[in-house]
């Protein structure tokens, strides 16, 4: 289950009934543009090659996206640089209901020219149902060269049709990073621990710091209505160190039964850390009680109440007023196993661009997302990351943002939160309550077993 920040985007307005709507003149000069051209440390030369290439004056572009606000307004921004580069008129804007509103306008024929999802689920079944636009081969090529583990990002993207043939829907604009463990680095050094680098040090860690007197862990599985969610991203991230990507992908799509002992050996992978009551503060029923929200705070106590807190680069907004992040606490990449050849795996999210209504003009944006500065002015804004080789790391906007993307560019394979992938009743309801039920106590066949049934009566 992904906690995200939602991306913000737009769409005919008379489509969307609860959109906010950003307009982006097509004549944007110099003064609307948030960044300056040739200024700064950005790739300007990809901004000026693209202007002179394309010329779209006068012609009408909409874009729509999930959620409002500061995200919309960095989206906006970074679309003005399209406009202002092709003379574009370009129609941005955001809802809160994306999911329905997109649905809507294509059912009544008047789609937006493209759309950004916060998640492949829907944009398939679009492809399915053939309303969506191939990329085509030479979009799928440059991905696969220009992206960090380009494949796992080409792949994500790639849907059957209404003809079962199979193609590139999308480009993925932005991500976020799941696979990270949050630590304060001033604990770490009084008691002189480094940052682990492989799994099997990971676990000697938490072994050395329960030897000496502390505990290791703060696990919070609490979320109302969606408690247990924590937990799946934790036997997501122990799929994608114990298995191959091919067989976490069969695992999210049910090819293989959720039962299957090799996510059974997930789920104990998990259970090695949380189903210790020494390894986890408060002790193990004391995690499924604690809201996620409020779990990272015992870094912060005095003396601490764990020294390792295992959640998505989102959750520093609810630490402790003032806690300055690389400072009072920081994070390192969840790592991978030193014995198992797997590479660096990253578990996350990302906003995918798709296009909804075949144009010039819509294939133009896509060619846009190519370039280096249409990554760059997102970045420089902050909450952006990107696997893009070919954006400047140094125009992120801080040392926090610069890492997380390090993280993505290093990953040799890049893969979606798999819950937020499966059916609803699955993955946002079974494998839920699975998981409080396993950290309860329960063992891990009975509920992979379990979990297994309730998707063979939804097949």
Request: net charge negative.
């Amino acid at each position: 289950m992904a906690v995200s920040h939602r991306i913000t985007g737009g769409a005919c307005v008379t489509a969307l009934v609860s959109s906010a709507m950003l307009v982006l003149a097509a004549n944007a000069d110099a003064e609307e543009l948030i960044f300056k051209p040739g200024e700064g440390a950005f790739n300007w030369l990809s901004y000026n090659d693209f202007a002179a290439t394309h010329d779209y004056s006068g012609t009408q572009l909409t874009i729509t996206a999930a959620g409002t606000g500061k995200d919309g307004e960095r989206y906006a921004n970074a679309f003005k640089y399209f406009a202002a580069a092709t003379g574009a008129d370009v129609r941005y804007s955001g809802s809160d209901s994306f999911e329905n509103d997109i649905v809507i306008s294509i059912q009544a024929g008047s789609p937006p020219d493209l759309a950004l999802f916060p998640q492949p689920g829907l944009a398939k079944d679009l492809a399915k149902r053939g309303r969506l636009s191939p990329l085509g081969p030479e979009t799928r090529a440059w991905i696969d060269q220009n992206y960090a583990a380009g494949k796992s990002w080409s792949n994500l993207a790639t849907y059957e049709n209404s003809d079962g043939e199979t193609g590139l829907y999308g480009l993925f604009y932005g991500a976020s990073v799941k696979s990270i463990v949050w630590y304060s680095p001033e604990v770490f050094e009084e008691f002189g621990y480094s940052v682990p680098t492989s799994m099997e040090d990971l676990k000697a860690l938490t072994e050395q710091i329960v030897a000496d007197g502390m505990t290791p862990w703060c696990i919070g599985l609490g979320a109302g209505a969606a408690t247990g969610w924590p937990a799946t991203d934790w036997v997501e991230d122990m799929m994608l160190r114990t298995q191959t990507p091919d067989i976490y992908d069969k695992w999210v799509a049910n090819d293989i039964p959720f039962n299957d002992p090799r996510v059974i050996e997930a789920i104990n992978e998990y259970g090695w850390f949380a189903r210790n009551d020494s390894f986890v503060s408060g002790g193990t029923k004391a995690s499924i009680t604690t809201d996620f929200r409020d779990s990272p705070n015992g870094l912060f106590s005095f003396p601490p109440k764990c020294l390792m807190h295992k959640q998505s680069s989102f959750v520093s907004i609810f630490f402790p007023k003032g806690t300055e992040v690389g400072t009072d606490a920081d994070f390192f990449y969840f790592p991978s196993y030193a014995s198992k050849d797997l590479g660096q795996p990253v578990l996350g999210a990302g906003a995918m661009v798709a296009i909804t209504k075949d144009s010039e003009v819509a294939r133009g944006l896509i060619e846009f997302l190519k370039t280096p500065i249409a990554h760059e002015v997102m970045m420089a804004q902050g909450q952006f990351q990107t696997p893009f080789l070919g954006a400047n790391p140094d125009l992120y906007m801080n040392e926090t943002e610069r890492k997380l993307g390090k993280i993505l560019v290093d990953a040799t394979t890049f893969r979606f939160d798999g819950s937020d992938l499966m059916p609803g009743e699955i993955g946002t309801s079974a494998f839920w309550t699975g998981m409080v039920d396993y950290t309860a106590g329960e063992d891990a066949e009975t509920v992979a077993t379990k979990i297994q049934q309730r998707w063979d009566t939804i097949k």
